[in-house]
């Protein structure tokens, strides 16, 4: 429920009076200026989730200021890019959302066609033993998979994302023609297809192509037998709300994942994105007991031996996973100083080929800086960071450059956020479609 700015305003002036802080010592402690202040306590500005959070973490009011502050609307866009030629089973079966979608996923008839042969049709004597063929194949269809995923480090979505469409519907049409366990691989690694194009959906600004494709992976990880990829995509659905915005379904999602069946990993990245969902609802205890399952969880998944030549689940490219989330959802629990020096070290072990992932973090760890009113360095930040974000075309990505935007605007006359404001803007214009 949205309330008005002046039981906002009512509620920071009772907790601010209570801790015994005058509006200029307030104003200071959370980097906002003395006037912005006096107009959100008197009702005649209304207060943003951006000024709630520091807000909550210097009163100690426990999320009680970020549940009254407004979300701040996001403007959703579809994009528009070529649609693939459809595939055998696409003509068969023509796909009812298709026509909403530059990229149609295959049908369900297809999947439980790629299933039911992958499972029966080929006899036991193949089923126990690959023929000789079939390893090569495999081995080139997971190479061509993990080529993808670097690309997806240094190119926009929206030129991948037509090449990732067809190429999960080709390879769900090459399990039903092989059968046998090598079918039911090839159709788990579909899955995976799958489930990046959804990435790679939303990282292009399309959350309903996004979550299309996330449960269309489902569909093919289920088909195959892969019950992990299955519970994984809740993780993937718990992101997208987590953009939104939206920390109860993000906590919802993220904790439909943490069942004692499923892998170490997987059950490892549902408490972190749990830990974001509390973070974004302003809980720290709740945030950090997630944190500390995450570590614990980690520590499992390394302590077991990998599966062979299976794709890794998650980032790839973090030294410490769940430093890195901490820092990360330290800005959103309005701590940007703690959440400043924990990003300067996880930031600067980033490998410097992982562009995407670089400008990712790098977004979060310079709006901990503006937060944290270090305009100087985080002018500095911004001026390196825009250089990757064009390249990369992140919808995700440009929401916290939105947010830092907005942070830095704050300041004006500063002579550092005049000399990068232009470039900033200009990574923010939408692409021509």
């Given at each position: 429920?949205?309330?008005?700015?002046?039981?906002?305003?009512?509620?920071?002036?009772?907790?601010?009076i209570?801790?015994?802080?005058?509006?200029?010592?307030?104003?200071?402690?959370?980097?906002?200026?003395?006037?912005?202040i006096?107009?959100?306590e008197?009702?005649?500005?209304?207060?943003?989730?951006?000024?709630?959070?520091?807000?909550?973490?210097?009163?100690?009011?426990?999320?009680?200021?970020?549940?009254?502050?407004?979300?701040?609307?996001?403007?959703?866009?579809?994009?528009?890019?070529?649609?693939?030629?459809?595939?055998?089973?696409?003509?068969?079966?023509?796909?009812?959302?298709?026509?909403?979608?530059?990229?149609?996923?295959?049908?369900?008839?297809?999947?439980?066609?790629?299933?039911?042969?992958?499972?029966?049709?080929?006899?036991?004597?193949?089923?126990?033993?690959?023929?000789a063929?079939?390893?090569?194949?495999?081995?080139?269809?997971?190479?061509?998979?993990?080529?993808?995923?670097?690309?997806?480090?240094?190119?926009?979505?929206?030129?991948?994302l037509?090449?990732?469409a067809?190429?999960?519907?080709?390879?769900?049409?090459?399990?039903?023609?092989?059968g046998?366990?090598?079918?039911?691989?090839?159709?788990?690694?579909?899955?995976?297809?799958?489930?990046?194009?959804?990435?790679?959906?939303?990282?292009?600004?399309?959350?309903?192509?996004a979550?299309?494709w996330?449960?269309?992976?489902?569909?093919?990880?289920e088909?195959?037998?892969?019950?992990?990829?299955?519970?994984?995509a809740?993780?993937?659905?718990?992101?997208?709300?987590?953009y939104?915005?939206?920390s109860?379904?993000?906590?919802?999602?993220?904790?439909?994942?943490?069942?004692?069946r499923?892998?170490?990993?997987?059950?490892?990245?549902?408490?972190?994105?749990?830990?974001?969902?509390?973070?974004?609802?302003?809980?720290?205890?709740?945030?950090?007991?997630?944190?500390?399952?995450?570590?614990?969880?980690f520590?499992?998944?390394?302590?077991?031996?990998?599966?062979?030549?299976?794709?890794v689940?998650?980032?790839?490219?973090?030294?410490?996973?769940?430093?890195?989330?901490?820092?990360?959802?330290?800005?959103?629990?309005?701590?940007?100083?703690?959440?400043?020096?924990?990003?300067?070290?996880?930031?600067?072990?980033?490998?410097?080929?992982?562009?995407?992932?670089?400008?990712?973090?790098?977004?979060?760890?310079?709006?901990?800086?503006?937060?944290?009113?270090?305009?100087?360095?985080?002018?500095?930040?911004?001026?390196?960071?825009?250089?990757?974000?064009?390249?990369?075309?992140?919808?995700?990505?440009?929401?916290?450059?939105?947010?830092?935007?907005?942070?830095?605007?704050?300041?004006?006359?500063?002579?550092?956020?005049?000399?990068v404001?232009?470039?900033?803007?200009?990574?923010?214009?939408?692409?021509?479609?």
């Open positions: 429920m949205v309330e008005q700015p002046s039981v906002f305003g009512a509620e920071l002036r009772r907790l601010r209570a801790a015994g802080l005058t509006v200029a010592q307030f104003a200071s402690a959370v980097h906002y200026s003395k006037s912005q006096s107009k959100v008197t009702g005649q500005q209304r207060a943003t989730p951006e000024l709630a959070r520091p807000c909550d973490a210097v009163l100690g009011a426990g999320g009680a200021l970020a549940a009254l502050a407004p979300a701040r609307g996001r403007r959703r866009r579809t994009v528009q890019l070529p649609a693939p030629a459809p595939t055998r089973a696409l003509r068969d079966e023509p796909n009812e959302q298709s026509g909403h979608t530059p990229w149609p996923s295959p049908t369900r008839r297809e999947l439980m066609t790629a299933g039911a042969v992958s499972a029966f049709e080929i006899g036991a004597a193949r089923l126990l033993q690959p023929a063929t079939d390893q090569p194949l495999l081995d080139a269809y997971r190479r061509l998979f993990g080529q993808y995923r670097r690309i997806g480090q240094v190119s926009p979505p929206r030129a991948m037509p090449t990732l067809e190429q999960t519907s080709a390879l769900t049409e090459l399990a039903a023609g092989t046998g366990r090598t079918g039911q691989s090839l159709l788990s690694l579909s899955a995976r297809f799958a489930e990046f194009t959804g990435w790679m959906a939303q990282e292009a600004g399309d959350e309903v192509a979550m299309r996330t449960s269309h992976a489902v569909d093919i990880a088909s195959a037998g892969d019950r992990q990829l299955a519970s994984y809740l993780v993937r659905r718990a992101l997208i709300t987590y939104r915005g939206e109860a379904d993000t906590v919802q999602f993220a904790e439909g994942a943490l069942s004692s499923l892998a170490p990993r997987i059950r490892a990245l549902a408490a972190q994105r749990a830990a974001q969902g509390h973070a974004l609802d302003g809980d720290y205890d709740a945030c950090m007991r997630r944190l500390d399952q995450a570590r614990v969880l520590g499992s998944a390394a302590a077991e031996a990998p599966e062979a030549d299976t794709p689940l998650g980032p790839t490219h973090l030294g410490d996973p769940v430093a890195m989330v901490t820092g990360w959802c330290l800005v959103d629990l309005g701590r940007p100083r703690e959440a400043a020096d924990v990003l300067d070290v996880e930031c600067a072990r980033l490998p410097a080929h992982a562009l995407r992932t670089q400008a990712r973090y790098g977004a979060r760890r310079a709006l901990a800086h503006a937060l944290a009113g270090e305009i100087d360095h985080a002018c500095a930040l911004t001026s390196r960071l825009v250089r990757n974000t064009a390249c990369v075309g992140s919808e995700t990505i440009a929401t916290d450059l939105r947010r830092l935007a907005r942070v830095l605007a704050r300041h004006p006359r500063h002579p550092a956020y005049r000399a404001a232009s470039s900033l803007a200009a990574s923010l214009t939408p692409p021509e479609l």
